[in-house]
DNA sequence: CCACAATATGAAATCGTTTTCATATTCATA
DNA sequence: TATGAATATGAAAACGATTTCATATTGTGG
């Protein structure tokens, strides 16, 4: 079925039945003509046809480090169905966590495959930013801030600082710092950086030989709450740049019948669906990662729409979550 | 750039460039030649006319229920590491566990708009059945043992069978079962039944007032154990249909101070990420969900390239694993 | 009722590949 | 060295839509 052939079928030229579809003009009578024989037939236009002709896909690419993280998958969530609503589909790339990868995709989606891209990366090197000037798509950032694209981000800083001011005023004064390298923007600096300024804030000293750094998974928070625990001094709090490290940090406190908060407090940041079920429930920041998924879906799809659009960046707040563990 | 344009800079026709981008004939002279232009002007030939002309697209489309879920994101991850190597795309569409998506997808991919098509669907119905045969292109599921379609699925039914067997042998016999809708053929009837046949097997009796339905989250797992704890009898044992079942149940007894497992013992099924954390941690059995993303990929292209290739299911095994919840 | 804009229409060009077709050249084998 | 198979080549058709172009018809305001 192509669409001479409806064209034929309802006596028409093929350009009525493509203006039919198109809302171009067409009287009437003929809509009605070719209304009946696309219903009888069930015509759908090919996709490819139309692609190759219009440069348009209406498909986005998104590429994501890692799937099976809670974090990201929330993220995904939210651009899926921002997506959904505005009629787009969702090309997932998985860099599994290689940097190579991700520059990889970003080369795929400069051929015309994708109509723009949704870029959930850890770190921007030199690399992507010259990748990403040589695409003509559109690209959005979440999950960092980058000077050269739009991008949505969460509040690390802020969110650590309300973090450790919320630790401070439990009571503690000894607290540690587990966290992650600095390549990571995001986490590994800005995060970083509002526990020492509200540190300094509030003039509780700042222990080098407590700020521990792993990497981003459970075994981390457990094996440096390990290491921390077989200290001379031991910390009265940790402070866990992730929720994945915290309920590391957790588990290992009660393997050692370490009492969560008593001895040893804990907390986290990003709220991850298990942080309720940790014993004791993790104390942690919402980042409302859902919504930074539909907010740059949507800023992604304005872009596409008004490439003239101009480039922004929002900074999405975030909620502090008390529970047990702290 | 287009390819003639490459091929009058190479001085040849081109048939000649696209014959050299396919593996045809072209002698090694020219060769040199148009892998010298491509080289320098870095063409990539365009994906639509490609598509448009070779009815192939080289994308997989991928139906899930839910994104932010431990399983499902583990078997998109497995689907996603066979298709990068294999040199496809991965088109997601996420239903957001409305049944009606599905079907909406599935009429989306009858366009010829992806070479493929793997479902994670809970539920297969007539309506499914008819839509997925008019499909001209090839379809997988995962999860479920499907008739009609290659398949790739779990022990279910073995893997609850074998953790009952473990539950008994640990003393156990007042047992009681917290599961899912019977519309989930493989959660909702094959473990339950694996769990029921066992029980017969070791002439433990049934407690049809312990077997109690919810939904597959943790509130479930925490509101139907309340239940149960709530009873004039308890149960001495948990068997959860879900780990994330689970964890609700664990965090409910925890909250009761109920020990486990001295008290009540709990066990799930699924090796969540997170079973390990739980205090105490959770005896559960492992799927291998990765595997089955990646064998269900496999599955897919191998009917892509050869559409005759036979109809097949297969059922991928478990591993049991023992924490201390049990 | 005239002029000019808005609406309506189909033929043909176009998007950028792959594939078919017709033909030419090379290669191995009898 | 004759012959058929394998290799090599470019012109042109094909894929299935949208868009341009040229032209016809209708509507509207003065």
Redesign the pocket.
């Given at each position: 079925?192509?669409?001479?052939?409806?064209a034929k079928m309802a006596?028409?030229?093929?350009?009525?039945?493509?203006?039919y579809?198109?809302n171009?003009?067409?009287?009437?009578?003929?809509k009605e003509k070719i209304k009946a024989v696309i219903d009888k037939t069930g015509?759908?236009?090919?996709r490819?046809?139309?692609m190759?002709?219009?440069?348009r896909t209406k498909v986005v690419g998104v590429i994501i480090p890692k799937i099976d993280s809670d974090s990201i998958s929330r993220i995904v969530a939210g651009i899926s169905e921002q997506l959904l609503e505005d009629d787009y589909q969702l090309l997932l790339t998985n860099t599994e966590n290689d940097y190579k990868n991700e520059l990889k995709y970003l080369k795929v989606f400069r051929q015309d495959f994708v109509d723009g891209v949704i870029l959930l990366a850890t770190a921007i090197t030199n690399e992507h930013k010259k990748l990403i000037k040589s695409l003509k798509i559109p690209v959005v950032a979440i999950g960092q801030k980058v000077d050269f694209i739009s991008s949505i981000y969460h509040d690390d800083y802020g969110a650590a600082y309300a973090m450790t001011e919320k630790v401070i005023e439990k009571g503690h004064r000894d607290i540690a710092f587990i966290g992650v390298p600095e390549w990571d923007v995001a986490l590994g600096i800005n995060r970083l950086n509002g526990f020492k300024d509200c540190l300094k804030d509030n003039n509780v000293p700042f222990h080098p030989e407590w700020n521990l750094t792993g990497m981003f998974d459970m075994e981390s928070g457990f094996d440096n709450t390990k290491k921390l625990m077989e200290m001379d001094k031991r910390p009265e709090a940790i402070f866990c740049v992730t929720d994945t490290i915290a309920m590391g940090a957790i588990h290992c406190l009660n393997k050692l019948q370490i009492k969560i908060p008593d001895d040893v407090a804990v907390c986290g940041i990003g709220n991850g669906r298990t942080a309720t079920v940790m014993e004791p429930p993790l104390t942690t920041v919402d980042y409302f990662y859902k919504s930074s998924g539909i907010e740059g879906a949507k800023m992604l799809l304005e872009k596409i729409e008004r490439p003239k659009s101009p480039l922004m960046s929002t900074m999405l707040g975030f909620e502090l979550i008390e529970r047990e563990s702290l």
């Amino acid at each position: 079925m192509t669409i001479s052939d409806i064209a034929k079928m309802a006596g028409v030229s093929s350009s009525a039945v493509s203006r039919y579809l198109n809302n171009g003009y067409v009287s009437a009578k003929k809509k009605e003509k070719i209304k009946a024989v696309i219903d009888k037939t069930g015509y759908v236009p090919s996709r490819q046809a139309r692609m190759l002709r219009t440069k348009r896909t209406k498909v986005v690419g998104v590429i994501i480090p890692k799937i099976d993280s809670d974090s990201i998958s929330r993220i995904v969530a939210g651009i899926s169905e921002q997506l959904l609503e505005d009629d787009y589909q969702l090309l997932l790339t998985n860099t599994e966590n290689d940097y190579k990868n991700e520059l990889k995709y970003l080369k795929v989606f400069r051929q015309d495959f994708v109509d723009g891209v949704i870029l959930l990366a850890t770190a921007i090197t030199n690399e992507h930013k010259k990748l990403i000037k040589s695409l003509k798509i559109p690209v959005v950032a979440i999950g960092q801030k980058v000077d050269f694209i739009s991008s949505i981000y969460h509040d690390d800083y802020g969110a650590a600082y309300a973090m450790t001011e919320k630790v401070i005023e439990k009571g503690h004064r000894d607290i540690a710092f587990i966290g992650v390298p600095e390549w990571d923007v995001a986490l590994g600096i800005n995060r970083l950086n509002g526990f020492k300024d509200c540190l300094k804030d509030n003039n509780v000293p700042f222990h080098p030989e407590w700020n521990l750094t792993g990497m981003f998974d459970m075994e981390s928070g457990f094996d440096n709450t390990k290491k921390l625990m077989e200290m001379d001094k031991r910390p009265e709090a940790i402070f866990c740049v992730t929720d994945t490290i915290a309920m590391g940090a957790i588990h290992c406190l009660n393997k050692l019948q370490i009492k969560i908060p008593d001895d040893v407090a804990v907390c986290g940041i990003g709220n991850g669906r298990t942080a309720t079920v940790m014993e004791p429930p993790l104390t942690t920041v919402d980042y409302f990662y859902k919504s930074s998924g539909i907010e740059g879906a949507k800023m992604l799809l304005e872009k596409i729409e008004r490439p003239k659009s101009p480039l922004m960046s929002t900074m999405l707040g975030f909620e502090l979550i008390e529970r047990e563990s702290l």
